[in-house]
């Protein structure tokens, strides 16, 4: 089974936030990604009712906002 989640930084809050594609129902947040792909590991097996062996692809597709550099078109 695979899970694509989006991810982006919500630059206010401080914290990265993810959202499960399709029915998943994950929508998490973390101020580090490694924290939120840990907290997403732990709450998927019990939004798809399975046990916690059962192995799962999860794909985090961070998107990234690409601020000009005022100072590259001198």
């Known amino acids: 089974m695979k899970i694509v989640v ?6 206010e809050a401080r914290v990265w936030y ?3 594609r399709g029915n998943v129902g994950l929508a998490t947040e973390h ?3 490694d924290g939120l792909r840990d907290r997403m590991l732990a709450v998927l097996p019990d939004l798809l009712y399975v046990e916690d062996s059962v ?3 999860l794909e985090m597709v961070v998107q990234v906002q ?4 005022p100072t590259a078109a001198e």
Do not use: H, K, Q, T
Request: proline fraction near 5%; avoid cysteine; hydrophobic fraction near 55%.
């Open 55 to 57: 192995a799962f692809d």
């Open 6 to 11: 989006d991810v982006e930084w919500d630059a």
């Open 18 to 20: 993810a959202m499960a």
């Open 31 to 33: 101020g580090s990604l």
């Open 66 to 69: 690409r601020i000009p550099n």
